[in-house]
Every structure is written in structure tokens, then in C-alpha cells.
């Protein structure tokens, strides 16, 4: 199983970027979703997560400016962030819960690659 993300770069602040992630591999399924970031220094922090089915969830700091999506045929998952400002720098990883057999009894979690924001002010 592999995740790759994409869409990361530089922007002025106010400004947008969409990241989105694949997975590929072989498995049964996609079960929660997400996006996370971090900043050198600090933890690894939640940024949104959306579940199979049903409603997201975001961080406090992205909410209003951050959308996330996903597309199950595709298994992807997207992040459309607006209004961008330079707090939001960071290398943004996306994170999948999979389950890889039919008979697996817990999720496996996995990681993308981390894709880089970088926002000026």
C-alpha cells in the first residue's frame, strides 16, 4: 500500500492550494481519511479527516478555509485550502485507515510522503 501526495508549493497569503493524495496497492478498503501537518519543532498535528461515510472533521484553525474531500472509486482524498496564511506553512501528510483483507480485524494506518506549503506573508 503507498499514498502519494501532490499539490504542494508556495503562495502569498490570501492565496490557494489544493493537495490531493492516491493510494494505490492492493486492499479491501478505505475507511477514514485525512490530512495532517507539521512544522519543524513541533508535533504532527490534525489538520482535517473525513470518514467512509458521513461528515468531516477539521481543526479550529482551518475551519471556514479548508475543505476536504474524497473520491472512493478513485481512492483519493483531497484538501482545498483558501485563504491561506503564513501559520499554515508546513510539510502536509496525508494519512489513510485501510483495511487490507475482508477478514483483517483492525485498520492499518498508512502515510503519505509529505508535500510541502509554504505561505508568505
Known amino acids: 500500500v503507498q499514498l502519494q501526495a501532490s499539490g504542494g508549493g508556495s503562495v502569498q497569503a490570501g492565496g490557494s492550494l489544493r493537495l490531493s493524495c492516491a493510494a494505490s496497492?492492493?486492499?479491501?478498503?478505505?475507511?477514514?481519511m485525512g490530512w495532517y501537518r507539521q512544522v519543524p519543532g513541533k508535533q504532527r498535528e490534525l489538520v482535517a479527516t473525513?470518514?467512509?461515510?458521513?461528515?468531516?472533521n477539521y481543526a479550529d484553525s482551518v475551519k471556514g478555509r479548508f475543505t476536504i474531500s474524497r473520491d472512493n472509486t478513485k481512492r483519493t482524498v483531497s484538501i482545498q485550502m483558501n485563504n491561506l496564511n503564513p501559520e499554515d506553512t508546513a510539510v502536509y501528510y496525508c494519512?489513510?485507515?485501510?483495511?487490507?483483507?475482508?477478514?483483517?480485524?483492525?485498520?492499518?494506518?498508512?502515510w503519505g510522503q509529505g508535500t510541502l506549503v509554504t505561505v508568505s506573508s
Open positions: 494519512n489513510a485507515a485501510i483495511r487490507i483483507t475482508r477478514w483483517s480485524v483492525s485498520d492499518s494506518y498508512y
Open positions: 496497492g492492493s486492499f479491501y478498503a478505505i475507511n477514514g
Open positions: 473525513i470518514p467512509r461515510l458521513g461528515v468531516p
